[in-house]
């Protein structure tokens, strides 16, 4: 406190001012404020404040003078810090025989063609004369038919059964997706997805082509009159079977397809094989063509159930003349127009069915010789069914449609399989079935014995025919 008060009187003594005792201001003479005033120009008017307060402007001595380079150093050389690296050290890039050279298109192979890996979404260029003739059977595969037979259908289906194209989608594309959907039973998502649609574009598609199709199996699926069933077949003359069979007019048997069924339904149509399905009863030729269908009997009706509603309930049947019949299995009775097979009784067991005669020995007597010969000519009609189910895969895969759909479907495929046998195209299904002796008929051995369907009216006019028949053979 004492070094403070000392310190105040020197500055007083030294700078002639003085501090009012009572108003505690600082008390200074005229002179000494004109002199450190602003408008007096002198170099001390850098602050109003004594110089012992506010100090001077600060001058160079004060802040002192910046360092020299001796000071802060001078800055390391290139030997102190180090040449950077030469190529040898960091290693050069490698070369190409390090690396390897790039693969050619020897090595890669050349990318595929528009015609190897074909368009998705565009289905002109399926039917495009440019394509290669190797595409016929991807075209089989894929379209289960040829080529030439898909333009010629495409065609068919324009001209005459009034499928028409949109801005955005083609005749042969709309074409395309339907044989997709039943040819493999391709999901409608699935099919979209391949052709670049929406599932609504292809769901729309597929219930238009499915209507002109069934128009065209109306015109396919032939009904021969009764004056058309006096004709002998050609083919069945130039063959083995004439002229013991000369009264033959078609093969008829029954077929399950699969169908989606409501709950309440399913009892009805529910078959021994855990699923819903129902029964079919179709005629075919001796050229494996379906001459009639009767369409969506229960599967719990037997077969000789179904011809009694066909013949009861539809004018249209093609009931044969009274010399003429179509060939059946046991499953059907030996009645007017049909020829059934010799059945086993309770004395004699009889062998009917072909796969009964391999690596067994030969017929015993005549009614299992002309069994086999009537298996033999029977089987057209599993050969049909058999090239049907083969290429359209959505009568026997999961049911994707209600059974309404589903049989507008079976007649749809049975159009387009004649359509395909007509026109006379190549046709490995066709070729391969036709190599076929026989089609074993496992369901009609089933149906044999767990229903023996007795003859009824007329049947002594049939049972004449047939053993006029197995004398002859």
Request: proline share 8%.
């Amino acid at each position: 406190m004492k070094k403070k008060y000392k310190k105040y009187k020197e500055l007083l003594s030294s700078t002639g001012i003085s501090v009012d005792p009572i108003t505690s201001e600082i008390d200074a003479s005229e002179s000494w404020w004109k002199d450190r005033s602003p408008s007096s120009g002198g170099n001390n008017s850098w602050g109003q404040t004594v110089n012992g307060q506010w100090g001077q402007q600060p001058r160079a001595p004060q802040w002192g003078t910046p360092p020299s380079s001796h000071q802060w150093g001078t800055p390391p050389a290139a030997q102190q810090w180090g040449t950077p690296p030469a190529a040898q050290q960091w290693g050069a890039p490698p070369s190409m025989q390090q690396w390897g050279t790039p693969p050619t298109s020897h090595q890669w192979g050349t990318p595929p063609t528009s015609n190897q890996w074909g368009t998705t979404s565009n289905a002109q260029q399926w039917s495009s004369p440019s394509v290669a003739p190797k595409d016929h059977d991807a075209c089989l595969q894929l379209l289960r038919m040829s080529l030439d037979c898909f333009r010629t259908l495409c065609h068919q289906l324009e001209a005459t059964y009034g499928l028409q194209p949109t801005l955005n989608v083609s005749i042969e594309e709309s074409v395309a997706m339907f044989l997709r959907i039943c040819g493999h039973n391709e999901v409608q998502r699935d099919v979209g997805l391949r052709f670049g649609r929406t599932q609504e574009t292809v769901k729309r598609k597929f219930f238009e082509v499915l209507k002109a199709t069934e128009l065209l199996a109306c015109d396919y699926i032939h009904t021969p009159t009764r004056q058309e069933l006096h004709r002998i077949p050609e083919r069945l003359m130039d063959g083995k079977y004439w002229p013991f069979f000369s009264g033959f007019v078609g093969a008829m048997d029954g077929v399950h397809v699969c169908a989606k069924v409501k709950p309440e339904l399913q009892g009805m149509y529910w078959n021994r094989h855990d699923r819903t399905s129902f029964n079919i009863m179709a005629i075919c030729d001796i050229n494996m063509l379906f001459t009639y269908v009767w369409n969506g009997a229960p599967e719990s009706c037997h077969d000789t159930s179904v011809l009694t509603m066909a013949q009861n309930y539809d004018p249209e049947f093609p009931l044969p003349p009274p010399d003429k019949y179509y060939v059946v299995d046991s499953g059907y009775p030996n009645k007017q127009g049909f020829l059934a097979p010799y059945r086993s009784s309770r004395n004699m067991v009889v062998r009917y069915h072909m796969s009964q005669f391999e690596n067994a020995p030969p017929p015993r007597n005549k009614q299992e010789f002309f069994n086999r010969w009537h298996a033999s000519l029977r089987s057209v009609i599993e050969r049909t069914f058999g090239v049907w189910k083969k290429k359209w895969r959505i009568l026997c895969d999961f049911p994707r449609y209600n059974i309404e759909v589903q049989k507008r479907v079976v007649l749809a495929t049975m159009g387009l399989h004649n359509f395909i046998r007509i026109s006379n195209f190549v046709d490995d299904d066709f070729a391969e079935i036709m190599g076929q002796t026989h089609i074993g008929n496992t369901e009609a051995e089933i149906d044999t014995n767990e229903m023996k369907t007795p003859d009824i009216a007329n049947g002594d006019l049939m049972n004449n025919i047939r053993e006029q028949i197995a004398n002859l053979l």
